[in-house]
């Protein structure tokens, strides 16, 4: 599955069209120091981060895409940076893991 239909998931709203990529895993966290760490290329991450720095740490792990959790709003630096850097972000009301699992199985992505 591909970021982009991704966000035709039910409940999901598209914040920034990024660059297409293929989702290949999912990650759920809000330690940002963590997740550039555990983060592996073409991950679907799952956070509450709504910022720049989030943005920052998408693009260093070139994560396929970043999914705003809880209904969190994205501040407008974030999608800015998002849109420069070709990052995909996505907004859900889910809370982190059950955003990744409702992907997973639109996908057919074992987690």
């Given amino acids: 599955m591909t970021n982009k239909e991704a966000a035709g998931t039910a409940g999901f709203t598209v914040l920034c069209a990024g660059e297409e990529r293929t989702i290949r895993s999912f990650y759920c966290c809000d330690l940002l120091s963590h997740v550039m760490g555990q983060v592996l290329e073409d991950t679907c991450w799952c956070t509450v981060m709504g910022n720049i720095n989030t943005i920052a740490v998408a693009t260093l792990t070139e994560a396929a895409c970043v999914v705003l959790c809880h209904g969190i709003p994205a501040t407008e630096e974030m999608l800015r940076r998002a849109e420069e850097n070709g990052i ?7 809370a982190e893991f059950d955003a990744a699992v409702a992907l997973a199985k639109a996908g057919g992505i074992a987690l």
């Fill in 88 to 94: 995909t972000v996505l907004s859900t009301n889910m």
